[in-house]
């Protein structure tokens, strides 16, 4: 496993299955886990520990309301973390400013909100670089998105 994503409901189970999706595309492993930092600390602490044991690389977490769980789960590992805000209140810029400002020295790099595909391709991205058949892989698909679009819109459109 390479890469683990958490969330702390399974009301956030239909927006994190984007992370999923990119990574299932590159054919990345993973685990989902759903875990609330301030409801199981102890399980997720234990978890984390668990998922750094078995190799995992990249932590996506996503987390809505007081969206804490991407910094507490920074704050437990050295590996990198990328946070998903959930739209849950305030059309979830509560969640992407609570994610996106964090203390010094724990850094949670951050996408937009209810985008975990995009996670998910920053993860394919982050493991890239060590991991020469992802690596082709992000090429090729970023060469056939540039070709597919010059073929969609190269001669124009009418307005």
Known sequence: ????IFFGSKSDIDVMRGAANALKEYGVEYKAFILSAHRVPEKLEETIKQVEND???VI???AGLAAHLPGVIASQTILPVI???VKAALGGMDALLSIVQMPKAIPVATVGINNSYNAGMLAVQMLSIQDNVIKTKLLEA???MKKRFIEENGEGVEL
């Open 83 to 85: 946070g998903v805000p």
């Open 142 to 144: 970023r060469a056939n």
């Open 55 to 57: 190799g995992c690389q």
């Open 60 to 62: 996506i977490a996503g």
């Open 1 to 4: 496993m390479k890469v683990a």
